[in-house]
């Protein structure tokens, strides 16, 4: 079932462009998966109670599913270059369609983890047959002992019910069960749906070839891990030039030695750079040669933020 699970979410990967992204994407489902499983295992214990099923039950599906959620918009880069750029420009370079995408882009790739879990809850079906059994209409059971209200049906999911009325227990299981599956694989193909004609309308209003955007996803790739694995390599060269200015000497490994002859730092990035590679990207264009990122065009000296003559540049399609 897990495997099945698995695969039915590899669609929400048309998120993202990066394959490390979406291989990220999928251990986030699969950790998703896992901790499902044993979280019905360990955790799940339904009261059995009137009116503290429905509470329960809800919270089991939905309690994880914000909280996996928020942990998504957390760990994602976008969120705090959104910030970053509100906070440093505000928001009034930014198109509505540009405001749409980003916020889509964000919410969908936060999305993936408790979508997974809302998923696999229903298809398990236990939190939803802990919720819904009280409500049970009796009448819908074929010569259900009248003298049997709500308070029974709400310990249909435990074992501690009368032995006359367990033909009754697997008929209301058997029906909530079928239910919860329904929803589950109705979100499925609602979800793969509206993926799908995201997808599509994107590349119809994309001003980009198909094969400009893969070059375009592969430099942001290239240009992040470089960034990334340069900035850890002058921070150390950095600090142990103002240890051993502190100390006289640095006690350095072979490596880190190596390190400090070859790249010599003499001092650091001033603050207007860092904000200027630093906040949310949209593609823009300058004299019709393509700005691919934010430290791109901090490269190329361009400035200025909306459409107008040369020198500036075109709004075009948020990442």
């Not at 964000?106 to 009280?134: F, M, Q």
């Not at 589950?184 to 609602?190: D, E, F, K």
Request: hydrophobic content about 45%; proline content about 5%; overall charge positive.
């Amino acid at each position: 079932m897990a495997a099945l699970i698995t695969e039915n979410f590899r669609f929400l990967s048309l998120f993202f462009k990066s394959k490390d992204v979406m291989i990220f994407n999928g251990l986030v489902a699969l950790g998703t998966v896992g901790s499902q499983e044993l979280f019905s295992v360990v955790a799940f214990h339904c009261p059995c109670s009137p009116a503290r099923n429905y509470i329960y039950g809800l919270a089991a599906i939905g309690v994880p599913a914000l909280a996996l959620f928020l942990i998504g918009v957390i760990w994602n880069n976008h969120t705090w270059n959104l910030v970053a750029e509100c906070h440093k420009r505000g928001a009034k370079n930014f198109s509505a369609a540009a405001t749409f995408l980003l916020f889509g882009s964000i919410i969908g790739r936060a999305a993936v983890a408790p979508v997974t879990w809302s998923v696999i809850s229903l298809l398990r079906g236990e939190a939803y047959i802990c919720a819904l059994s009280e409500f049970v209409d009796p009448a819908s059971l074929d010569k259900f002992p009248s003298r049997y209200g709500p308070e029974t049906l709400a310990t249909f999911p435990c074992k501690d019910i009368p032995g006359n009325l367990t033909s009754f227990k697997e008929e209301v299981i058997r029906r909530l069960r079928y239910e919860s599956q329904l929803f589950g694989w109705l979100l499925i193909g609602v979800i793969a749906v509206l993926v799908f004609l995201t997808k599509c309308l994107k590349h119809c209003c994309s001003p980009l070839s198909y094969l400009q955007e893969g070059y375009w996803s592969q430099y942001r790739s290239s240009e992040a891990k470089l960034f990334a694995r340069t900035a850890e390599v002058h921070s150390k060269i950095l600090a142990a030039n103002n240890v051993k200015q502190f100390f006289g000497f640095v006690a350095l490994n072979k490596e880190e030695k190596e390190l400090v002859e070859e790249f010599p730092v003499e001092g650091v990035q001033p603050s207007p750079q860092w904000n200027a590679i630093t906040g949310v990207y949209i593609y823009r264009e300058n004299k019709g040669f393509p700005l691919y990122s934010r430290l791109h065009k901090w490269a190329k000296g361009v400035e200025g933020n909306g459409p107008g003559p040369d020198g500036q540049e075109m709004v075009f399609l948020a990442t």
